[in-house]
């Protein structure tokens, strides 16, 4: 089955040639994978114009797309818009899948980096006691704030299935709250766990999780 895959990363990590590591290798191409990559070049020129015009860009991008790709670098856990991509992807019911790039040697500096804090262990969700609407928190030092750009959402089907897809939420999640690292707690290293030959098996998985 053809995947589309959404990839959200550090801008920086393109301009140390680490995601384009993964862009230039075919995995999309490799085993018959034929996922959609969508560049984030395009949401960098977006952010000159406005934060609205950049949150057009993203989710143009997220739509049609069943699994995101987080590609994590050294700085990609305070990236704010990393994080804006992983709330609308999970309130999308998307798959989610982590894979660290620090093994991937600089093309600057043809050294390896240190490995960076997941994103996900940043945020977190919380389902109010009625199951009518889902919160968003991230962690900024060691407090947890309400997420500004998607503070919450309303259920999409109370007493039911939360997430459109119906993947992994029911009526027993009222009144509970969780990581996204507990969600989606599978990470990979692209360069020690082979991303590319493994890449399109990764992706599988992030959608079986999620009913995809």
Known sequence: MARRVFFSFHYDDVADFRVNVIRKSGVLRHKGNTSKFIDKSLWEAARLKSKQALQEVIDDGLNGCGITALLIGS???DRKWVRYELVKSLIEGKGILSIHLNRIRSRSTGKIS???VNPL???KLRVDSECEKIYFYELIGRKWFPFELIPYVNNRQKNSVIFSNG???KQSQCGREFKFSELF??????VNDDGYNNFPTWVEKAARQVGR
């Open 167 to 169: 993947g992994f939420w």
């Open 75 to 77: 700085e990609t856990v």
């Open 114 to 116: 240190s490995k960076g």
């Open 185 to 190: 707690p599978q990470e990979y290293c692209w």
């Open 121 to 123: 262990s940043k945020l």
